[in-house]
């Protein structure tokens, strides 16, 4: 059996299936939900400065931050999608990396992961992933993402979901049990039907990351979760996590105005599903 890395695993899922992303995503209203994260970040001291989209895709979930950041830069691995997302967004450089390997992009005021991004990163990458996220915040930095929860395990990746847009036929076929497990690795297929030809597969490996690991993991990274909610479209918990304040050293925390981050807050009173 091969190595899975999270590298192998966006590769496996969108490389071929860049083209048709836009379209199988189609349904999703990226700009309500980023404007949602951008205010859940003002929570936290974001003030609309510089932003980074980390597993930018073809550059959807990138495009909201250009209207209300003063400057952002973009990072996906697949080399197809990172194409369609400079084709999207001119203005905004994409590098090309996965979240393990970022390197010193910069020291951004926010830095968003969203859909689906973390679910690809084997349990034996989280910790350099959270620690290259960590190293391109600034000191009084944001980080916002998302992580699916057991709920989309049981469901959408342990049933088939057919969905037509235009000439072309998806059939996702989720190959997991009803009965999934915390922290086991999911699998599922998509596959795109075009004219008479056989289709195009892309393959879906994903990982659950249970609450607490994904926190663990955080911690030693210098970040604290500061807030966490279940998203309400969706089964995925939102994590705003910010740097471990130094000592002696005050962060503003957006309109509360207090010292130091929070507890962790359960945003709205919305459980989260573990
Ligand atoms: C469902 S898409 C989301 C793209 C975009 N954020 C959006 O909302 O449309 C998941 C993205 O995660 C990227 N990805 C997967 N593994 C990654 C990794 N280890 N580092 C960075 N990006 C990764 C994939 O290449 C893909 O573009």
Same mark, same amino acid.
């Given at each position: 059996m091969s190595l899975v890395t999270s590298c192998s695993t966006a590769t496996g899922a969108y490389a071929d299936f860049a083209c048709f992303y836009d379209r199988y995503v189609a349904h999703d209203h990226y700009a309500t939900w980023v404007f949602e994260l951008l205010d859940a970040a003002a929570r936290h001291g974001f003030a609309g400065g510089s932003a980074l989209d980390v %597993?930018? %895709? *073809?550059g959807l979930s990138t495009a909201p931050l250009t209207e209300r950041c003063a400057a952002v830069a973009a990072c996906e691995p697949v080399e197809q999608m990172a194409r369609l997302a400079e084709r999207r967004l001119p203005g905004v450089r994409v590098h090309r990396a996965p979240v393990t390997e970022l390197g010193a992009l910069g020291a951004f005021d926010l830095v968003l992961m969203i859909n689906d991004v973390v679910n690809y990163v084997p349990g034996s990458e989280l910790d350099a992933a959270f620690a290259q996220l960590a190293a391109n915040l600034a000191p009084s930095g944001v980080l916002v993402f998302d992580a699916n929860t057991l709920a989309t395990y049981r469901g959408i990746f342990a049933r088939t979901d057919i969905r037509v847009a235009g000439d072309v036929l998806f059939v996702w076929r989720g190959r997991c049990r009803p009965s999934f497990g915390p922290g086991e690795r999911a699998e599922a297929t998509l596959d795109a039907f075009v004219g008479a030809g056989p289709p195009i597969r892309s393959r879906h490996v994903q990982f659950h990351h249970p609450p607490g690991r994904i926190e663990a993991a955080l911690r030693r990274a210098g970040l604290r979760v500061t807030e966490s909610y279940a998203d309400r479209s969706a089964p995925k918990h939102i994590y705003i996590a910010t740097p =471990?304040? !130094?000592?002696g050293v005050r962060r503003d925390q957006g !309109? =509360? %105005? *207090? =010292?130091g981050p929070a507890d962790p807050v359960h945003h709205q009173g919305r459980l989260i599903a573990r």
């Open positions: %597993g930018c %895709g *073809t =471990e304040p !130094q000592k !309109q =509360e %105005g *207090t =010292e």
